[in-house]
């Protein structure tokens, strides 16, 4: 599995947003991971469909859309039109899990489910031919900057087994505290979807130090 960093805006000044999209833009990052959070699912609030929109005219990065979101159903369609390419939402919802992967799959795009810390890693066994990517949590989903969660580790080195047991080709992420230090770790564990946020808006530049970052990452 190539290895793909994914930079979260989630970290930077949304009042500097166009300039923050543009220099991911011009970075090695693949893809570029949208954190949404309704302040329900989760104790903050970030964005929806309509910055997505407004933000997709600069870049033809990978959108990679988390959703930490309840009523997933009522707003997929929204997401879909925004521009997404990827749509990860919670295991944790109280939703039909496998009718959201199905829709967000009959309409082109890739399907993720993501797993909360305290969340089992098994609860995601059921979906497994349904979705394209895994994404383990390494924080509590809600605030951006928080520590790394080295026992989520584990969770990877399972989601992994079980992804080759079962012969597919499935995109392992991780989000939360990825840093020059971390990432490495995750990797090593079996992930191939890095998210880094905090860890890049502290570094001088952004489009070095995403550079910097995936060179780093490609190189374990």
């Keep these: 599995m190539s290895i793909i960093l994914a930079p979260s805006i989630l970290g930077g000044p949304f009042s500097n ?42 870049t033809n990065k990978t959108f990679d859309v988390h959703l930490m ?22 295991i944790e919802i109280d939703e039909d899990i496998e009718r959201n992967l199905q829709y967000i799959k009959s309409k082109g795009l890739k399907s993720g489910l993501a797993i909360k810390p305290n969340t089992d890693w098994n609860t995601i ?19 951006g900057g928080q520590s790394f ?12 087994k079980l992804s080759q047991d079962n012969n597919l080709a499935l995109d392992i992420g991780v989000d939360g505290g990825v840093d020059n230090i ?16 905090s860890y890049l808006f502290k570094q001088e530049n952004l489009i ?10 490609h190189n374990v």
């Design 208 to 217: 070095d130090a995403t550079n910097e970052l995936n060179k780093n990452f």
């Design 182 to 197: 971390t990432g490495p770790l995750c990797i090593n564990a079996g992930a191939n979807i890095l998210i880094a946020g």
């Design 69 to 90: 979101i309840n009523r997933v159903d009522k707003f997929l369609q929204d997401y879909i039109d925004a521009g997404s390419d990827i749509i990860t939402f919670h």
């Design 125 to 143: 066994t059921p979906f497994i031919d349904l979705i394209d990517q895994a994404l383990v949590m390494t924080v509590e989903p809600g605030f």
């Design 149 to 160: 969660m080295n026992n989520q580790l584990l969770k990877v080195k399972e989601i992994k």
């Design 17 to 58: 947003m166009e300039k923050i999209i543009k220099d991911f833009d011009q970075s090695d990052a693949n893809y570029i991971h949208l954190d949404v959070m309704d302040g329900d699912f989760v104790p903050n609030l970030t964005f929806g469909p309509k910055f997505i929109s407004d933000i997709r005219k600069y």
